[in-house]
């Protein structure tokens, strides 16, 4: 991590965990291209930036279903989630 890109560590892995959780399911990973505009190469080339990080984690965080269910699956509590989008957002 640099000056540039100043992210905690936490905050980052955080991120891309639940960025992990949305590509685990086709479905979901499909719903998440439409709704973002991104697509893979976008997508994998988004991955070091923040406003990126943002959108993908607002994906989980705007659907409550969606955001509690990804919160269980790495392991973390939902407000968790939400308090790392907030310190990533640009």
């Known amino acids: ?18 960025v992990g959780w949305i590509v685990a399911d086709q479905h979901r990973a499909d719903r998440m ?12 080339a988004g991955l070091s930036d923040r406003g990126t990080l943002t959108a993908l984690m607002d994906f989980v965080i705007n659907h409550e279903a969606d955001l509690v269910a990804c919160a269980e699956a790495i392991g973390v509590s939902p407000t968790r989630i939400v308090a790392a989008r907030d310190r990533i957002a640009p």
């Open 1 to 18: 991590m640099t000056s540039e890109y100043p992210i905690s560590e936490a905050d980052e892995t955080l991120a891309l965990q639940v």
């Open 33 to 44: 291209l439409a709704l973002t505009g991104l697509d893979a190469p976008a997508l994998r």
